[in-house]
């Protein structure tokens, strides 16, 4: 639309869209160049590091550049497969809502074009008596165990975690070596065959005439079970994979585990319906406070430290020199090195250190226990005093015969 002004130039009558603010443009930048962010991802992970060990070394660009790239592509690659794992029973919840297995959460609410109007009275009749609206209960929001309530996702899934380590208890102080690790298989394998069926089962004719059936409150809470039976397994075992004895676990089970899987899984089934970037911004604030508090980031980068040998490595030989060894000696002098008398070279043998970091001009090394806990003593050797290392392995737990009655 144009409109001619005085001097006889036509001007543009249409409103101009308002311009965004600082925060907005901000953001909408970091989102078209967001490939300036991942050399700071990196180092921000390498400071963390630094950080928890309570030690920085001094770099070269060299070696700069390769520790950054290393760390971004593991964290990253860990932090996706942490979040797929996370949300993968939350897509398989869509696609049973989508096939009318499970009830759909409800819509957003929305303004009644039929309410009656308050800024134009009518004269000419009288007005109503306005009764009160009924009280609706609500399904998703209520604290009632049923199909789609936060209860019903809290029982399903504290239940199907007891199970679990119900059957580890029982392998630990019952049932013969050996016998848990095939119930848990066992476990497993079940559940995951019945939650493919069920996915899959959805396009067969004879299921869908049955849904009516499948859709009560006992089938659809052993079919949720079920996705539980499924999903804790594979969630334990990125954390498995970047510490082999487990350690990490302990705060996945206590914390994300119990409140938060659970919690994360309802949200997005409550939000099912909601496509607007504020539903965005709710579902990425929500796995954003679950990655915090399960310690999935510090497991991840201690996880890609280790696999490639720059450090939080635990049971590790070192093979120094004669000068490295009397700085051991001089550092703790409780620790001894064993000298290699098979050939002229001078080199010794220190066993069984945690490795805190290899990155710089020293190895930063720490006695049994020393990365769990920081009050043990730790030191530093000089990178050229280190002949060798090597990894050894866990020490097998010798098996304690049962005594049985003549």
Same mark, same amino acid.
């Given at each position: ?103 759909? @959460? @409800? ?274 050797? @000089? ?24």
């Amino acid at each position: 639309m144009t409109a001619v002004s005085s001097d006889g130039t036509e001007t543009s009558s249409t409103p101009s869209e308002p311009s965004p603010g600082p925060s907005r443009r901000a953001l909408r930048s970091l989102a078209e160049h967001w490939k300036t962010l991942l050399p700071a991802f990196a180092g921000f992970a390498l400071l963390l590091h630094f950080w928890r060990i309570g030690y920085a070394p001094s770099l070269s660009f060299g070696d700069l550049g390769t520790v950054l790239g290393a760390l971004l592509l593991f964290s990253l690659g860990g932090l996706i497969v942490f979040i797929v794992i996370l949300v993968l029973p939350s897509v398989l919840i869509g696609y049973w809502i989508e096939s009318n297995l499970l009830p759909p @959460p @409800p819509k957003p609410a929305a303004s009644d074009p039929t309410a009656r109007r308050t800024s134009l009275k009518s004269y000419h009749h009288r007005p109503r008596a306005a009764h009160p609206p009924r009280a609706r209960r609500s399904v998703v929001f209520g604290w009632h165990p049923r199909a789609g309530s936060l209860p019903w996702f809290m029982l399903a899934a504290i239940s199907t975690l007891l199970a679990y380590v119900g059957v580890l208890f029982a392998g630990v102080r019952i049932w013969p070596t050996g016998v848990t690790e095939h119930v848990v298989v066992g476990m497993f394998a079940i559940a995951l065959v019945g939650v493919l069926a069920a996915t899959m089962s959805m396009d067969i004719p004879q299921v869908r005439r049955r849904l009516r059936t499948l859709r009560r409150t006992r089938w659809q809470f052993a079919l949720i079970s079920l996705l539980y039976f499924a999903f804790w397994p594979i969630a334990v075992l990125p954390f498995y994979v970047v510490d082999g004895e487990l350690r990490a676990v302990n705060t996945l089970m206590a914390v994300l585990a119990v409140l938060f899987v659970p919690f994360v899984h309802w949200m997005l089934y409550a939000t099912y319906r909601i496509v607007s970037m504020q539903g965005m911004w709710v579902r990425g604030a929500m796995l954003g406070l679950v990655l915090f508090y399960s310690g999935a980031p510090l497991a991840i980068l201690d996880g890609g430290l280790n696999a490639f040998g720059l450090g939080m490595m635990r049971r590790v030989d070192l093979v120094l020199t004669g000068r490295g060894c009397e700085i051991v000696h001089a550092a703790w002098p409780e620790r001894i090195c064993t000298p290699d008398h098979r050939g002229e070279a001078g080199a010794y043998r220190l066993e069984n250190v945690e490795v805190l970091t290899r990155i710089g001009a020293h190895v930063y090394v720490a006695v049994p226990g020393g990365i769990d806990d920081d009050r043990l003593p730790r030191a530093t050797i @000089p990178a050229d005093e280190v002949l060798s290392w090597h990894r050894t392995a866990a020490p097998v737990p010798a098996a304690t015969d049962v005594p049985t009655n003549p």
